[in-house]
């Protein structure tokens, strides 16, 4: 089955920027989604389609692909943006719903 | 905007049964897949199952099939997720959330928080 693969971890200053990346085999050919979770709130989208972004989601998130590597980046860190990230794709196959592992950002 | 609230979670014994609801406002239920996904404590996500807008097709994660069934009620804007024969590995937060079809599958715009279910003797 496909997999992707996230930093178990990423830290950042507040005001900084942090790229948190998603690893795939020919992850140029999937569309990419950002999923933002925090305990005990509802997830949310802050990307999707690579690099679109939901109404509502400040333009600090942004999303990239550069070879076999996605990116999600969140400028001008906040203490707020503190939360899980995963990286989702729907990949043909029996097991299409593919996440990552997640990425925890810590503001330090 | 679209809010979707999960109910039904808690302890249940292994081998026993249980039934998440999710009930969907602020969008046009019928228009849209519906989907449910858990998280185990201290893992990542994963995609439970997954039922169409008209309900006439379903799709489940190999770790459930057999076990957990998807259905859901239009009239009531109302997902369902059957729990039958449950094991400790299927404890978990269980979340519900909407599929937003692109030409790549779908995408998941609005979830709700959760419910947490205990699978434990």
């Known amino acids: 089955s496909y997999v992707l693969t996230q930093p178990p971890s990423v830290s950042v200053a507040p005001g900084r920027t942090a790229s948190i990346t998603c690893g795939g085999k020919n992850i140029e050919n999937e569309s990419v989604h950002w999923y933002q979770l925090k305990s005990g709130q509802a997830p949310v989208l802050v990307v999707f389609d690579n690099n679109d972004r939901p109404s509502g989601i400040p333009e600090r998130f942004s999303g990239s692909k550069s070879g076999k590597t996605a990116t999600l980046t969140i400028s001008r860190v906040e203490v707020g943006d503190e939360a899980d990230y995963h990286c989702q794709v729907w990949h043909d196959g029996s097991d299409p719903i593919v996440f990552g592992g997640g990425t925890k950002l810590t503001v330090l | 905007e679209a809010q979707l609230l999960e109910s039904g979670g808690g302890l249940v014994q292994p081998g026993g049964s249980l039934r998440l609801s999710c009930t969907a406002s602020?969008?046009?239920?019928?228009?849209?897949?519906m989907i449910w996904f858990r998280q185990p404590p201290g893992k990542g996500l994963e995609w439970v199952s997954i039922i169409s807008d008209d309900g006439g097709s379903a799709y489940y994660a190999d770790s459930v099939r057999g076990r957990l069934t998807i259905s859901r009620d239009n009239s009531k804007n109302t997902l369902f997720l059957q729990m039958n024969n449950l094991r400790p590995g299927d404890t978990a937060r269980y979340y519900c959330?909407?599929?937003?079809?692109?030409?790549?599958?779908?995408?998941?715009?609005?979830w709700g928080q959760g419910t947490l279910v205990t699978v434990s003797s």
């Open positions: 959330a909407k599929a937003t079809s692109i030409y790549q599958g779908y995408y998941f715009d609005y």
């Open positions: 602020g969008f046009t239920f019928t228009k849209y897949a």
